[in-house]
């Protein structure tokens, strides 16, 4: 007899499908990837939190997305891979020390969520928004875009086998279709 207690789950209740992020922490996973740098970000929350919970990784705060660069240099010469977590604004902040990966020809692996597109409330947000490809290619920054969910882990997988295999910074743009606007008026009540 069925202990009543213990409710077997309804078998007609819906399957939650990955999302991009699950399908992003996988990949990342199979490309070995143990350490992660981040300056906190709605758009990487949940790949974050995946992160945060794995055992075999280590998540890093920082206070500045240039740290970020050194640190993964620090990991890769360690014997480890890493990724960078930042939105495009903060892609400004690292500009001078993106000579770092260039110069040791040491691999780089950025995801970028973009800000200062479609739907955007903050014009501040906007000038880098609009800048962040052409400053990183700039620096020599190998940058692929993704601005549809289903295609986000497919470019991070192949943006990650460019930048270890050939030892080259690669940054995924992640575009704000992908993340969704953000509503100026809701974010004011909370």
């Given at each position: 007899?069925?202990?009543?207690?213990?409710?077997?789950?309804?078998?007609?209740?819906?399957?939650?499908l990955?999302?991009?992020?699950?399908?992003?922490?996988?990949?990342?996973?199979?490309?070995?990837v143990?350490?992660?740098?981040?300056?906190?970000?709605?758009?990487h929350?949940?790949?974050?939190?995946a992160?945060e919970?794995?055992?075999?990784?280590?998540?890093?705060?920082?206070t500045?997305?240039?740290?970020?660069?050194?640190?993964l240099?620090?990991?890769?010469?360690?014997?480890?891979?890493?990724?960078?977590?930042?939105?495009?604004?903060?892609?400004g902040?690292?500009?001078?020390?993106?000579?770092?990966?260039?110069?040791?020809?040491?691999?780089?692996?950025?995801?970028?969520?973009?800000?200062?597109?479609?739907?955007?409330?903050?014009?501040?947000?906007?000038?880098?928004?609009?800048?962040?490809?052409?400053?990183?290619?700039?620096?020599?920054?190998i940058?692929?875009?993704?601005d549809?969910?289903?295609?986000v882990?497919?470019?991070?997988?192949?943006?990650?086998?460019?930048?270890?295999?050939?030892?080259?910074?690669a940054?995924?743009?992640?575009?704000?279709?992908?993340?969704?606007?953000?509503?100026?008026?809701?974010?004011?009540?909370?």
């Amino acid at each position: 007899m069925a202990d009543p207690q213990k409710q077997e789950p309804a078998r007609n209740e819906p399957v939650a499908l990955p999302t991009w992020p699950d399908e992003v922490y996988r990949v990342l996973k199979e490309a070995d990837v143990r350490q992660v740098g981040m300056v906190p970000d709605a758009g990487h929350s949940r790949l974050i939190r995946a992160f945060e919970a794995d055992p075999h990784a280590r998540v890093i705060t920082l206070t500045t997305e240039e740290e970020g660069i050194a640190m993964l240099a620090g990991a890769w010469l360690g014997g480890e891979r890493g990724v960078l977590l930042l939105q495009s604004s903060g892609v400004g902040n690292c500009i001078n020390m993106l000579s770092l990966p260039m110069i040791c020809r040491m691999p780089l692996l950025m995801l970028v969520t973009m800000r200062g597109e479609w739907g955007e409330f903050n014009p501040w947000q906007v000038p880098m928004g609009q800048g962040t490809r052409a400053a990183l290619e700039a620096m020599g920054v190998i940058v692929t875009r993704a601005d549809e969910p289903h295609l986000v882990a497919s470019t991070v997988s192949g943006a990650a086998n460019l930048a270890f295999n050939t030892w080259r910074p690669a940054a995924v743009l992640i575009g704000q279709r992908v993340l969704g606007a953000k509503n100026f008026k809701e974010l004011a009540r909370k």
